[in-house]
Each structure stands twice: as structure tokens, then as C-alpha cells.
């Protein structure tokens, strides 16, 4: 009782903070997605060109250049953006990432409608590993 009791003060006390960025529930991915095999060839460096060029054209004013979440539009949203280049992201399946892009949350867009074609959303997947901070 008295967990629930806390909780719910710290539920509305995170509400009282408007210009903090809400901290994201973890975005749970089932199973099947996450084990989704990446049928494209990532050392393709055509397709990585052509990864980048979708990238900046639909996720770069958002996630920023490098995917540090840093694009012209974060600053108009309500939730924080995971930065690319950690290994906490980078940890996640090819599967996983899949189906972020694909089915979106929130204020982040869902991109089957945007782009069908399964191949272009593997191939940002793809061009999202370059992001990875070395
Ligand atoms: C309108 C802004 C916006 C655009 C455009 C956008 N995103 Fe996002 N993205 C977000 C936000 C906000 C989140 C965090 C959502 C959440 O956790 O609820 C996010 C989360 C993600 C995640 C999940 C990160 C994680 O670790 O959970 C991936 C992957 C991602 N975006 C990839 C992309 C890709 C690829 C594109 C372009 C095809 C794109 N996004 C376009 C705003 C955007």
C-alpha cells in the first residue's frame, strides 16, 4: 500500500515538471521482432550510402546528423530521444530496431505507411550501426 502510495506522489509529481523531457517507458518489443532476421547485406556500401540518404530525409531533424537526439525538431517534443551512438542502444537486435521504425510510439512516427518497402527500413537499420560512437 504504502509503495503504491509513493509511486503514485512520484507519477504526479513528474507531472509538475514541464520543461523536463518525459523519461520514456521502456519500449518492450516481442520476441518474434526481436529475433527478425536482417535479410540485407550491411557491408553493401551502396546500400549504407543509400541508408544515409533516407536517414537524413526522414529521421535527421529528430535524431540529429550523428542520432545524438539532438535535430532541429527535439526541441518541440515532449519525450526524450535515445542517442544512437551509446551501446545501450546499439546493444538492441537488429529485429528490435526493426520494429521501432516500423511500428513508431508516441511522438515517434511509425514509418510501414511512410515506407513500405521492408528493404529501406532494414537499410536505416543498417546505417543506424555507423552511428555507433568508436
Ligand atoms: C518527429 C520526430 C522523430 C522522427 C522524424 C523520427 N523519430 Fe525516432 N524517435 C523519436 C522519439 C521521440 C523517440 C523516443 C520514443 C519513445 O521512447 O517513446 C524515438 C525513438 C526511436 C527509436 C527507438 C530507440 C530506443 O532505443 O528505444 C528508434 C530505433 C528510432 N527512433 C529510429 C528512427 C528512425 C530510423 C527514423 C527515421 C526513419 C526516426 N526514428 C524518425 C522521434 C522521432
Not at 545524438?68 to 542517442?83: C, E, F, M, R, V
Request: include cysteine; proline fraction near 4%; hydrophobic fraction near 35%.
Amino acid at each position: 500500500m504504502l509503495f503504491v502510495l509513493i509511486s503514485l506522489l512520484l507519477h504526479i509529481h513528474s507531472n509538475f515538471i514541464p520543461s523536463d523531457k518525459m523519461q520514456s517507458e521502456e519500449w518492450i518489443v516481442p520476441d518474434s521482432a526481436k529475433s527478425l532476421e536482417n535479410p540485407t547485406d550491411k557491408e553493401d556500401q551502396d546500400d549504407l550510402a543509400y541508408g544515409l540518404t533516407l536517414y537524413n530525409q526522414h529521421c535527421k531533424s529528430c535524431h540529429g546528423k550523428k542520432g545524438l537526439g539532438d535535430g532541429s525538431a527535439a526541441k518541440n517534443l515532449q519525450t526524450h530521444i535515445p542517442d544512437f551512438s551509446q551501446a545501450k542502444f546499439q546493444l538492441q537486435t537488429d529485429g528490435s530496431l526493426f520494429h521501432k521504425i516500423s511500428n513508431g510510439r508516441n511522438e515517434m512516427p511509425e514509418f510501414v505507411r511512410k515506407m513500405p518497402d521492408d528493404e529501406d527500413r532494414w537499410l536505416i537499420v543498417n546505417y543506424l550501426r555507423t552511428l555507433e560512437e568508436k
